[in-house]
């Protein structure tokens, strides 16, 4: 049985919680833990995302893994990949029937590892009433789905964000114009002046305007441990950075094989910001002391806030010619630009040989059970 212990997590004040009427205190997280075998625990995940890298890392930690799966063909490529395939498969119809398993799962001392699929496809009110034990902290979810309020968040630690350009008629350089909730950079578009904006926008969609930062894209991939201190040391717990990547979206990054960005548009072709796959990438060694103090500057405001971003998250940034650090974006778990280094990356091969993020959760967990302390790493 697991011990419980009151949470050092400082939860957050209930009155932002701002998700469609969503009770956190309903959801006793704690109970169930103490009724789960901590010696006998299982990992479970929606297989997707970077399911492939959970369950291989958890498998090579010793972990029991299921696979939650719609459909067949998702099951089936799995075969392809012995050493990553869950134990155990659960197949729903839609994810949203995932909340109809809690009971099997609580049975299988399962621990949910969220990823940006499971998230998106179980919805955030949904996945804020799952009631089982999930890595990390839920309540992130409030500060990152509102971009207002994930740039108070992000400001507010000292992080310099793209400046945000609240009306339209003041575009005087390159912006790109984001719709809220948009997946993948889907409906994304650059505008140069406001009569590009105005024959581009949909005004029925809510939407922000960034400036659009010239440099070089840099996805960061950060872990933090409230409860391990033999890493980059914070005011609580350490912070690792496991790997780098770029992300590859289309069409934008191959468009110019066809022509410039601006002949293109003369004819009415657009770029597009689709995500398609990572690539792996390291950074100037000179800028890393500037990477570790966003990470720390992050987690510390996040502390303040909410009780702290536990485990993976990845600042999204750009690298200016006068290598300034712009954070467009924070993404508060796992994302899928570590999947290049499911042996590891040219950074966590300096903390351990074959060290993936999927790998670094699995540690997490095992080490939190062995010290009676996953209510500090679980919501
Ligand atoms: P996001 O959904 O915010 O992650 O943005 C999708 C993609 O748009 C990113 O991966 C970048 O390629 C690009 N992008 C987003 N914000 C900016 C910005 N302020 N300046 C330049 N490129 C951006």
Not at 176 to 205: L, M, N, S
Not at 267 to 281: A, R, Y
Request: hydrophobic share 35%.
């Amino acid at each position: 049985m697991v011990n419980r212990r009151t949470s050092e997590i400082n939860k957050t004040p209930l009155s932002i919680i701002t998700v469609q009427g969503v009770n956190m205190e309903s959801i006793k997280i704690d109970d169930i833990l103490a009724q789960y075998d901590s010696s006998n625990l299982t990992i479970a995940t929606v297989c997707s995302h970077s399911s492939l890298q959970i369950f291989h890392g958890a498998k090579q930690e010793g972990f029991h893994t299921i696979g939650i799966a719609v459909g067949e063909e998702r099951r089936k490529f799995y075969d392809g990949f012995p050493l990553a395939k869950p134990d155990e498969f659960l197949m729903v119809e839609k994810y949203t029937d995932i909340l109809n398993l809690t009971r099997e799962l609580q049975q299988k001392n399962a621990i949910i590892i969220p990823h940006g699929s499971f998230v998106e496809y179980l919805g955030a009110e949904k996945f804020l009433k799952l009631e089982l034990p999930t890595f990390g902290n839920r309540d992130v979810l409030m500060w990152e789905s509102d971009r207002n309020i994930e740039r108070d968040w992000l400001e507010s630690a000292g992080i310099t964000m793209p400046q945000e350009i609240k009306n339209p008629k003041n575009i005087e350089k390159p912006v790109i114009v984001k719709y809220h909730g948009a997946k993948g950079g889907k409906g994304f578009f650059i505008a140069k002046t406001y009569e590009e904006f105005q024959k581009r926008i949909q005004p029925d969609k809510p939407y922000t305007i960034q400036e659009f930062v010239m440099g070089t894209r840099y996805y960061l991939h950060y872990f933090y441990s409230p409860i391990q201190n033999n890493a980059y040391k914070l005011k609580k717990g350490s912070l690792q950075l496991l790997s780098m990547d770029r992300r590859d979206e289309t069409t934008i990054d191959e468009v110019q094989r066809l022509g410039s960005i601006a002949e293109l548009e003369e004819i009415g072709i657009h770029p597009t910001f689709v995500v398609t796959g990572n690539i792996p990438i390291v950074m100037r060694e000179s800028l890393l002391p500037k990477v570790f103090k966003m990470g720390e500057q992050v987690v510390e405001k996040s502390l303040e806030l909410f009780g702290g971003i536990i485990g993976s998250f990845c600042l999204e940034t750009v690298v200016t010619e006068n290598l300034e650090f712009k954070v467009f974006e924070i993404s508060a778990r796992i994302v899928a630009g570590t999947n290049p280094y499911i042996n590891g990356s040219p950074y966590s091969e300096m903390i351990e040989p074959g060290l993936s993020t999927g790998k670094r959760i699995a540690q997490e967990i095992k080490f939190a059970a062995k010290h009676d302390q996953l209510n500090e790493i679980l919501t």
